[in-house]
Each structure stands twice: as C-alpha cells, then as structure tokens.
C-alpha cells in the first residue's frame, strides 16, 4: 500500500515548456487535490476533482490544467511553464468524513 | 473572507520543554479542524476536531478545539529533537455546491534543541 505517489519528485523546466505532474493514490479515494506550497503562501488549492472524470478550480488555477481520467490518477498539466510558477507542488487524496492524506511533493524550478 | 491563523510563526525551545501552538480562525460553514505535521516532505496528519472540548491525544501530543472562541491548541510535553517540523492548522468549510474545502494557516515552525 503505497499511498499517494507523486512523478516526478523533482524537475528543472525553462520559460514556456510544458510538463504534466503525476498523482496515483492506492486508497479507492473519491476526492483528490493538487496544491502548491510557496515560503509565506501557505498551501493553496490549484485544482481538485470529487471523483472520477470531474474536475473544479481552487484558489489558484491560471496557468494550470487537470485530468481524472481515471480514479487512481489526478494529472496536473503546465501548458506553458512561467518563473512564478516555482514551487513545491503536492498532491493528496480522501474519502468522504477522512483527512487528506499527502504525496511527497515535487519540487518545481523554472528558469 | 475565510481565514485560519496561527501563532507563533516560528519557536524554539529545549528537549523537555512543554509547547502550546495555537490555531484561530474565522470561517462561515465551519465542519472540523485538523492538524498535520510537515518535516521534510508531505504534510502527515495528526488530529481531526469537530467538536468543542472534547481533547484529542496521541502519545505526547494533544489537541482541543474552542468553537465558541474560535480556536484551537495543540500541546506537545516533553519535547524531543524528532518534534522538529512545521505544524499547520487546516479549517475545513463547507463551500459552494456542498463542496468541501480547506482551508491552511501558515505555520508554526518548531525546532527543539537538544
């Protein structure tokens, strides 16, 4: 039982490449979340999705595009990567009356 | 606007010393509080509050949560090097279309010296 795992753990991207993040939970959880973590930020919600084939925006979604194809999977996409997004993105995953429960994050630099 | 705060931002202290992290908040469509602890990687869940009064408590670690007054403690006794992390108050509400959101303070950072 891995949890929340979370491809790749680290990238380096330059100014207007793109890259997908990569979410697989092993739970059978419905709910799943991807943030970004910045120093003085806070955690902030990107996007999140209530199961299978649905997605909703959180607090801070330009720039960014998702996918839940598949239960297991909650795919975070950067259709043209910009310096402001930098960070450490996390991914995590629940089911109804539980806590969120959190991948190990992948560190994010664009230069 | 929904917002969660905690003090203090940062704190250290000795082993053995007894610590009090406190977490406010103002929401609408309050549902629980949680609290997770952050080390080096994915924030790892401690606590889930929903109601006033009653602690909560795992080892050295307790939590009770004041929804009269808005807050909520988290106490570690005893304090050892491994207690070392940010700590982070999460509110979660009741958003639009009966969606549930959390909401984050900003952390205390701990560091225990030994």
């Known amino acids: 039982n891995a949890g929340v795992t979370q491809t790749p753990k680290f990238r380096v991207l330059k100014t207007g490449q793109s890259m997908t993040l990569l979410c697989a939970q092993d739970m059978n959880h419905e709910y799943m979340y991807w943030y970004r973590q910045d120093p003085g930020m806070g955690l902030r919600l990107i996007h999140y999705s209530v199961g299978e084939g649905t997605t909703a925006k959180g607090e801070v979604p330009d720039g960014y595009n998702v996918s839940r194809l598949k239960k297991q999977n909650f795919l975070l996409g950067l259709e043209s990567a910009a310096p402001s997004q930098t960070s450490v993105y996390f991914c995590?995953?629940?089911?109804?009356?539980?806590?969120?429960?959190f991948g190990d994050g992948t560190r994010l630099s664009i230069l | 606007e929904d917002k969660v705060v905690q003090s203090p931002l940062s704190l250290v202290v000795h082993e053995g010393d007894t610590v009090t992290l406190n977490c406010s908040y103002e929401?609408?469509?309050?549902?629980?509080l949680l609290w997770y602890k952050q080390e080096k990687k994915a924030p790892t869940f401690l606590f889930m509050l929903?109601?006033s009064g009653i602690e909560k408590k795992s080892g050295r670690l307790s939590s009770i949560l004041d929804k009269k007054e808005l807050f909520s403690i988290l106490n570690i006794t005893a304090t050892q090097t491994g207690d070392s992390a940010i700590y982070l108050c999460?509110?979660?509400?009741?958003?639009?279309?009966?969606?549930?959101?959390?909401?984050w303070g900003l952390g205390t950072s701990l560091a225990v010296n030994p």
């Open positions: 929401v609408t469509n309050f549902r629980s």
């Open positions: 995590a995953s629940r089911n109804s009356n539980q806590p969120q429960h």
């Open positions: 929903t109601s």
């Open positions: 999460a509110v979660e509400v009741i958003g639009a279309g009966n969606n549930r959101k959390l909401i």
